[in-house]
């Protein structure tokens, strides 16, 4: 199969179905008028480390802007909770289409916790969430990015050795497509060459 993106039509099935697996941000944000939001977003990552910065894309609604970076383009800041094994049910139930000022939080049975920089709540659940301060969004069509500066980070003790974060704790859900998840838990490691 050969694909010309510029022949027209859709890569979303290829693009989604080929970069994988992706990690899930699992974004809690709130608007001006203090409506609270959870979304989960499958094209995220890291973006910088110095400074420390974050990035998830939004697809756009047909009418604009989707909840997420409304609040977000309101507020000017997020939180990104990261999705393990545990509560992938619950991240799943949060993408679901809810009525205007139903509660994805209250939906899905999670528990909202205290930020310490940011209005939004965390997901309690979560073992790892950051805090975030808006630093760019980016119009890429049908998209919108999300650039976002760290300013808190939450550890659970439980995903910690010794003080340090320890990623063969994590049990981490990232998203294949359509319907298909995957997990973290499978783990192999090769040294890198000099």
């Known amino acids: 199969m050969e694909i010309d993106p510029d022949a027209g039509g859709s890569l979303y099935r290829t693009l989604a179905g080929a970069v994988i697996p992706r990690p899930i941000a699992w974004v809690s944000s709130r608007s001006a008028d203090g409506v609270v939001n959870l979304a989960p977003y499958s094209f995220f990552n890291v973006a910088s480390v110095a400074p420390p910065m974050l990035m998830f894309s939004a697809a756009d609604a047909q009418d604009g802007l989707k909840d997420t970076p409304t609040n977000i383009q309101e507020t000017e800041e997020f939180v990104v909770n990261i999705v393990t094994e ?33 209005s939004a709540p965390r997901v309690a659940e979560s ?18 990015m999300v650039l976002g500066k760290v300013e808190w980070v939450h550890v659970d003790d439980d995903v910690t050795t010794d003080g340090k974060l320890d ?27 000099p």
């Open 86 to 118: 545990s509560v992938a049910e619950a991240m799943n139930e949060t993408s679901a289409t809810l009525p205007n000022g139903e509660n994805e939080f209250e939906h899905a049975g999670l528990t909202r916790a205290k930020s310490e920089t940011v």
């Open 167 to 193: 990623v063969n704790k994590i049990d981490a859900v990232g998203r294949l497509s359509g319907s298909l998840y995957t997990h973290t838990g499978d783990r192999f490691s090769m040294e890198r060459p």
């Open 127 to 144: 073992p790892v969430s950051f805090e975030c301060s808006l630093h760019e969004m980016v119009d890429l069509g049908a998209s919108t």
